[in-house]
């Protein structure tokens, strides 16, 4: 069993930056792969990122690469979402979720646990 807390969610100014945070319960967090997702209402949940539990492979959806950076840290049971240059079409609820496996999917049917959301809000 894994319990996942998110953290860091906050209202932006369109060009800005935040850090979210999951952190995550139990000993034996390096033997899942983390996604992040995202979700705004009416909508299907998206894919973020993804992170392997070595951190070996990483992968970005389409429209956060090269602004979104995945990161953990396996001695704090946390992985990170650093998104910098931010776009008011980035709105929405961040989840963290964890699969019991080497990667990460794209896919949230993939992911075993999720945490309860953080809301960021990117102003224009």
């Known amino acids: 069993q894994v319990q996942l807390v998110e953290s860091g969610g906050d209202l932006v100014q369109a060009g800005g930056s935040l850090r979210l945070s999951c952190a995550a319960s139990?000993?034996?967090?390096?033997?899942?792969?983390m996604g992040w997702f995202r979700q705004v209402p009416g909508k299907e949940r998206e894919f973020v990122a993804g992170?392997?539990?070595?951190?070996?492979?990483?992968y970005y959806g389409d429209s956060v690469k090269g602004r979104f950076t995945v990161t953990r840290d396996n001695a704090k049971n946390t992985v990170y979402l650093q998104m910098n240059s931010l776009k008011p079409e980035d709105t929405a609820v961040y989840y963290c979720?964890?699969?019991?496996?080497?990667?990460?999917?794209?896919?949230?049917?993939?992911?075993?646990?999720w945490g309860q959301g953080t809301q960021v809000t990117v102003s224009s």
């Open positions: 979720a964890a699969r019991l496996g080497v990667t990460a999917l794209k896919v949230p049917a993939g992911y075993d646990y």
């Open positions: 139990g000993r034996t967090f390096s033997s899942y792969a």
């Open positions: 992170i392997s539990r070595s951190s070996a492979y990483i």
